[in-house]
């Protein structure tokens, strides 16, 4: 009882490292080797992955990338807002504020219903072209409203199933002493559940990164265009590697910092734990 | 994209005006001197000695839809050869032999022996197909593709059909519609297509001082320029003919909405149309001599009298 772990238990972790790491070389050779010792493989190593292309068409990728960055920030921000404002409209009780309850469901199953593209193509091509004075046709602005518009029907579920989650006896006990059904949402209910949906959050942020590249449908050139356009100029597809290069790039730092969030609440509410 | 149904009447309606207003317009031969060649291919490229994916039958390819003057006919018609089901493909039929790239391919084919009813013809649904590594789904494809030595690289080209001018196509009333000078446009927001040589004209050419658009296809471009947010098209000057007067054109009134600005002369970017195969291919010397002989035999001097518009009366840009 209370033994301090023996030698066998630590053997055997170390046992337990040794072996998955032979494993997985194992497996990555073998990998390796059906892949490069098959037919097409020299012809497939050119277009794809050639080191020459890839250093060539680097640096107008990563400018353009910028762009992507830049719609990705813009966008973000105004999603994680309009996202919880709709999650909180959709969870009102009271009668007379039915009307934003219902927006907020048909907002919601028509945004997620609907297929980006078809929504950039009619928003970004159709709302320019009807021609009313005062409303912009820049395709940069269309491009961003259009990833709003998307992104928070699919944001605002996750709010609300983080509101959802936190047990009604948090908004019970706020009401008790006194707050209103506002200040118990404010100050009581909406930061739990914002911190427990985080890696949702994260998820879909990390996917708006590569929507960004939807914008270039309306003429923009970021960083899918320009590659795009590398690829056209002379039929080789390692343009495309760059770009995904450029994607992860950011994609996998923000899924470690996800990995690190997570752990910190996790630590924190198992340190609060009754 | 949105479907266009008045784009089939157009089409049909455009494959008689093009064959009258053809032979009206004073036709430029291409620019290829005569040869003093063969008028049959060689014994190595007979018809039963040639390495096709199907053989005893060609299987053919281009773009889905198909767009004049490229390609005509109509995609409801059952033409010689075409299977009980239709040809697969919406806007444009191969079938037909009719248009530029149709007609040229029957004569290739026929000089290599084969009927239009020995043609089976597969629509490339995405462009980045026709160059990818790997086996073919065809045997060549033509789509209006230039010849580039970058290109050259990834796939094999066939000697050119066509040497096509880029032009400009905008909207009758945008200023741009004045430009007669390169220096002019730099101004303008221009746009072009994806995966064309348009976009690479506009960057090494115009050096435009406002954003270039590019846009997934020319169809896609359409939208933008009618409604505004770019200036002014850049296309080959046939697909603007064909954009002018198929599909930008008000059915309403008589007078064009949209106008050719101007045209580009080859010295700033000669786009020689040829056709892709694989790379090493060898059919290519095979589809080389075919087309020296269609070009003999003054095949597609006709060819390009039927179908081409000499835009003669269209300014080039200084």
């Known amino acids: 009882m209370g033994a301090r772990p023996r030698r066998p238990l630590r053997q055997s972790r170390w046992a337990g490292v040794v072996i998955a790491a032979v494993s997985t070389s194992v497996v990555l050779t073998l990998l390796a080797v059906v892949i490069t010792g098959s037919e097409g493989w020299p012809r497939v190593q050119e277009a794809f992955f050639n080191g020459d292309k890839f250093a060539e068409t680097w640096p107008d990728i990563a400018q353009a990338f910028l762009k992507n960055l830049q719609i990705f920030a813009v966008a973000e921000l105004f999603i994680l807002v309009f996202a919880l404002l709709v999650a909180v409209m959709r969870g009102v009780r009271s009668p007379v504020l039915f009307p934003l309850k219902l927006f907020a469901i048909v907002y919601v199953d028509l945004f997620r219903g609907i297929p980006s593209i078809v929504i950039i193509y009619m928003f970004g091509f159709g709302i320019p072209a009807l021609g009313i004075d005062g409303v912009p046709d820049d395709p940069w602005f269309w491009g961003v409203v259009t990833l709003v518009i998307v992104w928070t029907a699919y944001v605002s579920e996750v709010y609300r199933a983080g509101i959802e989650s936190v047990h009604p006896s948090q908004d019970a006990a706020a009401r008790s002493l006194g707050l209103s059904g506002f200040q118990a949402l404010r100050f009581v209910v909406l930061p739990q559940a914002v911190r427990r949906v985080i890696p949702p959050l994260m998820n879909d942020a990390i996917g708006l990164t590569k929507d960004t590249a939807l914008v270039s449908f309306l003429g923009p050139i970021e960083a899918f265009r320009r590659s795009q356009m590398k690829v056209s100029a002379d039929f080789n597809f390692t343009p495309y590697l760059v770009a995904a290069v450029l994607f992860l790039l950011i994609t996998i730092p923000l899924t470690r910092l996800t990995d690190w969030l997570v752990a910190r609440e996790r630590k924190r509410t198992q340190a609060n734990a009754r | ?318």
């Open chain 2, 1 to 318: 994209m949105a479907h266009r149904p008045l784009r089939a009447i157009g089409a049909l309606s455009l494959t008689t005006a093009f064959v009258v207003a053809g032979g009206a317009v004073s036709a430029q031969s291409p620019s290829v001197p005569p040869l003093d060649g063969p008028l049959t291919v060689s014994d190595a490229c007979a018809k039963d000695m040639l390495t096709l994916k199907n053989p005893g039958r060609l299987t053919l390819s281009t773009d889905n839809p198909a767009f004049g003057p490229w390609w005509w006919g109509d995609p409801e018609t059952q033409y010689p050869g075409e299977p009980e089901g239709g040809s697969g493909w919406e806007l444009g039929d191969p079938y037909a032999g009719e248009g530029y790239e149709s007609a040229t391919n029957h004569a290739v084919a026929a000089a290599l022996g084969f009927a239009p009813e020995e043609i089976d013809w597969v629509p490339n649904a995405v462009f980045e197909l026709a160059f990818a590594p790997g086996e073919k789904a065809f045997d060549w494809h033509t789509a209006q593709i230039s010849i580039r030595p970058e290109r050259a690289e990834a796939v094999d080209f066939s000697d050119p059909y066509f040497d096509a001018n880029q032009s400009i196509i905008a909207m009758t009333g945008n200023p741009i519609t004045a430009a007669t000078t390169i220096e002019e446009l730099k101004a303008f927001k221009l746009g072009a297509a994806a995966f064309t040589t348009s976009s690479q004209l506009i960057e090494d050419v115009i050096a435009p001082t406002a954003e270039m658009q590019v846009f997934n296809n020319n169809a896609d471009a359409l939208q933008p320029l009618q409604s505004g947010t770019i200036d002014a098209l850049v296309v080959d000057l046939q697909t603007a003919f064909f954009m002018r007067d198929a599909q930008l054109e008000n059915w309403d009134t008589p007078d064009p909405e949209a106008t050719v600005v101007g045209q580009f002369d080859v010295s700033a970017q000669v786009d020689q149309m040829g056709m892709v195969l694989e790379k090493g291919s060898p059919l290519t010397a095979c589809v080389n001599e075919a087309l020296a002989v269609v070009k003999e035999n003054g095949t597609l001097a006709d060819i390009y009298e039927t179908w081409i518009s000499s835009g003669q009366e269209i300014p080039f840009f200084q």
